[in-house]
């Protein structure tokens, strides 16, 4: 009995992360749709405008889409710019949580305060931006026998 019910864990395990996985891939390629909602859901369907009931729907969506945007390799590894040739706020800035991934060490989950509601009073700092990824990475890279007896 007790065998059949890890069994069973485990498979809801890999079911989970089955679904996470292609949650994941899925967001990948979203680029702003917390900001403009309406405007990038019609990009990202290629139409030339969305109704209001289907943007509300997917703003309603946020809660779920919100923690597997922040695990997508276009947030963890910064691959999108953090605007687009309108000035779309890449979503990754806007997400509550970042989550950072480091070569041989625990990922950081990093709470992030930037919001389109407060964008003018917060810092620049509130958030990651990508290009701090992509440079922690290039230093990372060089070693620390490179950065040892250097001030930084």
Request: aromatic share 6%.
């Amino acid at each position: 009995m007790k065998v059949h019910a890890l069994h069973s864990g485990a498979l809801a395990i890999a079911a989970s992360a089955a679904v996470f996985c292609a949650s994941s891939a899925a967001v990948d390629g979203v680029f702003g749709i917390l900001e403009n909602t309406a405007d990038e859901l019609a990009d990202l369907l290629g139409v030339d405008e969305v109704s209001p009931a289907v943007a509300q729907v997917v703003r309603a969506l946020r809660p779920v889409y919100e923690p597997i945007k922040a695990a997508s390799r276009s947030c963890t590894d910064g691959i999108f710019p953090e605007f687009n040739e309108v000035n779309d706020f890449n979503d990754c800035l806007l997400l509550p949580t970042r989550l950072v991934r480091r070569p041989g060490a625990a990922p950081l989950l990093v709470k992030q305060t930037m919001s389109m509601s407060s964008i003018w009073q917060q810092s620049t700092g509130s958030s990651i931006w990508g290009g701090g990824l992509v440079l922690s990475r290039q230093m990372e890279a060089l070693g620390a026998q490179f950065w040892a007896s250097k001030r930084v």
